[in-house]
């Protein structure tokens, strides 16, 4: 059930309406029957008037060749050209494609497997977002890595090539 109080008084003052009418004489029905219809032509509630007035679905704009073309048609203007024909496409030659950044030389092929650690975790962190003058001392703390002084070795050493492998990460 339920309702607002507003919407409860107006169907109280309706069926009270409607038992006057009923009541009255046939001459009163006449003079009584064409207010309580125009009170009904009226909308019942301010929420109601409000909604009907202001919601409304906004056009929906063409995207395609195809949807604007028939759009066109229906507003009954005729398209100022006709679409062109379709050309065979011509074959580009391009140079061959250049690297954005210079590659690292490679480096040495006798990594030791603490240097190769080293080089996980320095990869590892700056993916992380740390920054290289925080790296020595970060991977010191960890467990079973060689001295902070070998560390910074390491990382000098092959700065290059962790700051490609980390850009090649990145993209």
Request: hydrophobic content about 40%; cysteine-free; proline content about 8%.
């Amino acid at each position: 059930m339920g309702g607002s109080v507003a919407s409860r008084h107006l169907q109280a003052r309706d069926v009270a309406h409607i038992r006057e009418v009923l009541d009255a004489e046939p001459e009163q029905r006449a003079r009584v029957a064409p207010a309580a219809r125009e009170r009904e032509a009226t909308p019942r509630t301010a929420e109601h008037k409000r909604t009907a007035e202001t919601t409304r679905q906004m056009p929906v704009l063409p995207n395609s060749r195809a949807e604007r073309l028939i759009a066109a048609q229906r507003a009954g203007a005729a398209s100022r050209q006709p679409a062109p024909a379709a050309q065979p496409r011509r074959e580009v030659r391009r140079e061959a494609a250049r690297p954005a950044t210079v590659k690292p030389k490679k480096p040495a092929t006798n990594i030791t497997p603490a240097e190769h650690v080293v080089i996980a975790d320095a990869v590892r962190l700056l993916g992380w977002g740390k920054q290289w003058h925080e790296l020595a001392e970060m991977i010191a703390r960890l467990s079973e890595r060689p001295a902070p002084s070998e560390i910074r070795r390491v990382l000098r050493t092959y700065r290059e090539h962790i700051d490609a492998i980390v850009t090649r990460r990145k993209d």
